[in-house]
């Protein structure tokens, strides 16, 4: 069965600074798609950002990118110049077909 | 469009009680889920269907039931309460696309669901 893990519980980062998220994940599969979705305090999930396994570029989306390492299965997050809005929970996610298995998760702090 | 509506948002439910869980999408999403979030434990899938009278078992389906009638709406019945299924409860809808998996999950707002 595939799994995802998180393996950083909570991180700090300084307004302004960088900060990059961990994630890996287990599956036996070569086509699949990977996700990073924030959650504030207000509880809304929210995509940041998404990965096609078969794609080797990372993708990017402004202050937001990734590092994908499909032989080591690993999908980090990193988030430059943070904002104190960036601060919330934060999940990695693996989809295949119908189904998606979600990290628990890492909660981002932003000091100022 | 409002999107994927969860109701309700709170609900206090005494052990062995039965309720239903509300949800809704106006994006006529073939996929329909729902997840139960706990701490540290993340999302886990419960059901979901991929289309009106096609349902299919998540990661923990146990003491819950699902049917889909309709291509807008997914509730998620609970038949006995219990402490355990204390938890937020998140739908989430996408359209099936051409590549499955590919398309971000539109989430409701999410149900605060106590058990006591």
């Known amino acids: 069965a595939q799994t995802v893990t998180q393996s950083q519980p909570e991180m700090s980062v300084q307004e302004a600074e960088t900060v990059t998220l961990s994630c890996t994940y287990d599956?036996?599969?070569?086509?699949?798609?990977l996700f990073w979705y924030k959650q504030p305090p207000s509880r809304q999930m929210i995509l940041v950002i998404r990965?096609?396994?078969?794609?080797?570029q990372n993708a990017t989306e402004n202050r937001f990118s990734v590092n994908f390492q499909k032989a080591a299965k690993s999908f980090s997050l990193k988030i430059s110049d943070s904002q104190l809005g960036d601060a919330a929970m934060y999940f990695c996610?693996?989809?295949?077909?119908?189904?998606?298995?979600f990290g628990t998760g890492t909660r981002l702090k932003v000091l100022a | 469009n409002a999107g994927v509506t969860q109701t309700p948002k709170f609900q206090v439910l005494k052990t062995g009680q039965s309720m239903t869980l509300q949800c809704a999408q106006d994006?006529?999403?073939?996929?329909m889920s729902w997840y139960r979030q706990d701490p540290g434990m993340g999302l886990r899938l419960i059901h979901y269907s991929v289309g009106a009278g096609i349902t299919d078992q998540g990661e923990v389906p146990n003491g819950y039931n699902v049917s889909r009638s309709t291509t807008e709406d997914f509730p998620l019945r609970l038949l006995s309460a219990a402490p355990s299924q204390t938890s937020v409860y998140f739908c989430a809808s996408r359209p099936l696309g051409a590549a499955q998996g590919r398309e971000k999950l539109f989430f409701g707002s999410g149900t605060q669901l106590s058990v006591l």
């Open positions: 599956t036996s599969e070569s086509d699949y798609y």
């Open positions: 994006m006529n999403h073939e996929y």
């Open positions: 990965q096609e396994a078969y794609k080797q």
């Open positions: 996610a693996y989809a295949k077909t119908y189904k998606y298995i």
